[in-house]
Structures are given as C-alpha cells and as structure tokens.
C-alpha cells in the first residue's frame, strides 16, 4: 500500500505530529489576531472554543478515514467521488499543503530577519532552512515522526519556563471583567481562533501510517488539547501583560511580552531568544510535515516514488516563499491560505462523509 513511505508510527508519535503541527505561526501571531476580533478581554473563552470545533473537525477526518483502513485521502478520495474529481480534490489539498509550507517558511524568515539576524537578505535564510527540511523528508515518515519526538519535550520546558518567568508583570485586572459586553464580541473571534488550530487535516494522511488505526480518535482529542493549552496561556499571559490596548498595536505580541522585563542577575535577561528558538523549531516541523504530505500526495497520485516529487517541490515551495513583497502581503498569504483551509478540512469531509455512507463505502 504505501510503496512510497517508510514504515509506520506509534500512537504517540501521531499525537506528538499533530501538536507539533497545530503549534506554529500561532504562538506568536494569535494574541494579536484574535484580539483585534474580539476586542476584549474574553479571548480566551474564544480560543477555548475554537479549540473544540477543531477537535469536531479532526474527529470527521478520522470517521473518513477509517472507512478506507491503510489508505491516504489521495488513495481513497477517487473511490469515493470516481478518478477524475478525486484526482481533482487530491491536488487542490497539494497545493494547499505546498503553499502552507511556502507560508511558514516565509513566516520564519521575517521573524529570524527582524529578532535574529538583522540585515541577512531572506533567501539566505529561506534556503539552508529548506535545505535542512528536504534532508529530513528523505528518510520518510519514521524520521520525521523521530525528530518531532525530540523537539516537543524541549518545546514545553522552555515554553512553561518563559511563561512562568513572565508572571512578574501579570495584571489579572487586564482579564477583567469577564463577558462584560456579552458573547456577541466573543463570538466574533471564534472564525480566527479556530483557523490558529489548523494542522487535524494531516490525520487524512496520518491514519493510513498508523500502527492501531482504531486509536486515532484518542490521537485528534490529545493531539488538540496540548495545543489548546498552550494558546490559552499564551493569550492569557499576553493580554495579562500588555493589556488590550498594547496587544493590538504589536505585530509579533508574544515576542513583545518577552521583551519586556528582565531578571537581573541571571545569565540571560532578556528571554524572547528562548522563545524564538522554540518557536523555530515548531515552523520547521510545520513545514516538514506540510512539505512532505504535498510530496506524498503527488507520489501517491501518478503511483510514482516520492523522492522525485520531494525535490522537484522546492523551487515551487521557495517561488511561493518570496512572493509576498512585505509583511502585510504575508499576512494577506496567511489570511487566504486559512480560508482554503476552511472549505478544503471543514466542508470537505463532511460531504465525502456522507457521500460514502450512501455509497455504501468501507466500514
């Protein structure tokens, strides 16, 4: 079946995949987005809620799923709606995934660019990035499944430790008051809130690689909680600090939230560096995982390797990095890529859903 991957993985390695992929671009942008939504302090229940509707949608993809045992979308989407609007339905998601790719990579530039390495032109970092992330595709599923292993421990340690260290300038009075406008503004963000929690779509790839496919419910529900947790306290301890008013005038809020205090006496003062480097971390897996499910798709669509595909994505994957000419042409590249993502993983499943149990598909 999967002639062009190698081997499968654990439970925990699919659940580790999944949070890994949701966190991303997220940690640092949400705060922001979702205020500029909501515009008080409730944010928080917003996220809340969009987390949950992202467990709805990844609990579809898994029913989808597991009616078509040991395939990938790209496989059973033609017995579903026949060969040519499967095929159709494969490559709309390709691309979604190779643009999705293009967007982190192109996030991580600005971010290094402006915090990190100040004045290195953005292809010098785009291409050791991609480079380093086309290695690692190489060894298959089970690789990449190996290093997001290594990566999420480190992930939580430095993100509770900066979180806690941060407590110092926390005013709980910028939380208040609690729906104090009501739920119409709070329902406002729940669109942006739950687009920060893409990434269940990779489950339509994942489940087939699964070692005890049966679990994978029990992968979506854990596998978007951690995430969950994660934005939470993010937004809770950025508008804590910030307040409304200071969160909505920062592009990157999170970052700013490390950068202003300090812990004299300590080796390092200054803690958005530990941040970033998480947070690196986090849009590289990102796009390692986006990367190779386009690449997958394509092998699997012209029943082909997949090395010749994993290669020839990277010139399309850089193009698509450096069109965006600023900052606000990223974020409009973001802004479109979460809409397609809206049709493709929350409408999408649930008509092929149904359009199976008519047809009377694999139980």
């Not at 969009?50 to 979308?73: C, D, H, S, W």
């Not at 390495?117 to 190996?146: D, H, K, V």
């Not at 990566?151 to 993100?159: A, E, L, Y």
């Not at 479109?336 to 008519?358: D, K, Q, T, Y």
């Amino acid at each position: 079946m999967m002639g062009s991957s190698k081997g499968q993985i654990t439970n925990v390695q699919a659940a580790v995949i999944l949070v890994n992929y949701i966190l991303a671009a997220g940690i640092l942008t949400l705060p922001r987005t979702s205020v500029e939504k909501v515009k008080t302090p409730d944010v928080w229940i917003t996220v809340i809620l969009g987390g949950i509707i992202a467990m709805i949608v990844g609990l579809i993809i898994v029913k989808l799923n597991q009616r078509y045992p040991e395939k990938t979308f790209y496989q059973y989407s033609q017995e579903i709606v026949g060969k040519w609007m499967g095929g159709f339905l494969s490559l709309l998601i390709i691309g979604y995934f190779f643009t999705l790719s293009a967007y982190e990579v192109r996030t991580m530039a600005e971010v290094t660019g402006l915090f990190l390495l100040e004045g290195t032109p953005t292809w010098a970092i785009i291409l050791p990035f991609m480079w380093i992330g086309l290695y690692l595709i190489i060894g298959g599923i089970n690789t990449i499944a190996r290093l997001f292993e290594i990566i999420f421990p480190i992930t939580i340690v430095i993100f509770l430790l900066v979180a806690f260290l941060s407590l110092g300038i926390f005013e709980l009075d910028n939380l208040r008051p609690v729906l104090g406008l009501g739920i119409v503004p709070m329902l406002k963000g729940i669109k942006t809130t739950a687009l920060a929690f893409l990434g269940s779509e990779i489950m339509l790839l994942l489940v087939a690689f699964m070692k005890k496919p049966d679990k994978a419910v029990k992968v979506v529900l854990i596998g978007v909680f951690i995430p969950l947790l994660f934005y939470v306290i993010t937004v809770v301890m950025v508008i804590g600090a910030l307040s409304i008013d200071g969160v909505v005038t920062s592009t990157w809020p999170t970052l700013e939230l490390m950068r202003s205090f300090e812990i004299p006496g300590l080796i390092f003062e200054r803690f958005e560096s530990f941040l970033l480097v998480i947070w690196i971390m986090q849009i590289f897996t990102t796009f390692t995982i986006t990367y190779y499910a386009a690449a997958l798709g394509l092998a699997q669509l012209f029943k082909k390797k997949i090395h010749p595909f994993v290669y020839g994505l990277v010139p399309i994957i850089y193009v698509i990095a450096m069109a965006p000419k600023n900052i606000n042409d990223l974020f409009k590249l973001g802004d479109m890529v979460g809409n397609v993502a809206l049709l493709l993983f929350a409408v999408l499943p649930v008509i092929l859903l149904l359009v199976s149990r008519v047809r009377g598909g694999k139980a």
